[in-house]
């Protein structure tokens, strides 16, 4: 089944005097006074976090990775299939399932293309991470999300994204386990071809967690 993506639709349409009424309502029929000085002011910063916790809906990623630099022909010969890496990318996301916060970090590992030899600012790999988060979302869509774009912009010979991540919807409700990550991954190019990228990739994160230089 073909589901409609509404993370595709950038919307500015996003007023917090109108979700601000929403959240309201919500407070009376949950028996609360929203009246009381507690909550007062409740509506308003609820209304106004909810707009800051979703304006990836207003990004777009590639205004992050339009911002491209290209290696040497000398400095990266045409056989190549060395690695960047940039590993533990926080982020702070919202499920949206239960629109509860989804706490994680992200590993990402791309092999330039051997003839373009584009690479992109490694901030804006972080940038990217950030404009999906920044979404409602599930953490299998989100890692597909990411490296769809990586592969769209910079066409590498391959792009790989693991995240880990804490779903705060499995903590406070339901099965309550506090203790569980959630482990995806996405590949794309000469990772879902050849396995030995990815275990030097995993050999690569193991190098930076266990340094001390850092
Ligand atoms: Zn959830």
Redesign the pocket.
């Known amino acids: 089944m073909k589901v409609k993506n509404n993370n595709k639709a950038l919307s500015n349409k996003r007023r917090p005097e109108v979700l601000q009424k929403l959240l309201y309502e919500v407070l009376v029929e949950l028996g609360e006074s929203p009246t009381r000085p507690g909550l007062l002011k409740t509506p308003q910063r609820w209304a106004e976090a909810l707009v800051t916790y979703t304006d990836g809906m207003t990004q777009d990623p590639e205004d992050h990775l339009n911002v491209i630099f290209q290696l040497e022909e000398d400095d990266y010969p045409s056989e190549s299939d060395d690695m960047v890496s940039v590993d533990n990318i926080q982020f702070v996301s919202t ?6 916060p ?1 706490r994680g970090v992200a590993h990402i590992g791309y092999i330039p293309n051997s003839t373009s030899r584009v690479i992109t600012g490694l901030s804006k790999i972080a940038r990217v991470v950030s404009v999906f988060a920044n979404r409602l979302q ?1 953490q299998e869509q989100l890692t597909h999300q990411i490296a769809r774009a990586i592969d769209k912009h910079l066409n590498p010979l391959g792009v790989i994204v693991v995240i880990q991540a804490v ?4 903590i406070q409700r339901g099965v309550k386990q506090h203790e569980t990550r959630t482990l995806t991954t996405a590949r794309r190019g000469v990772f879902q071809s050849k396995g030995e990228l990815e275990l030097k990739f995993q050999e690569y994160l193991k190098l930076k967690i266990n340094t001390n230089l850092l």
């Open positions: 499920c949206e399932h239960h629109m509860a989804i599930v779903h705060y919807c499995m």
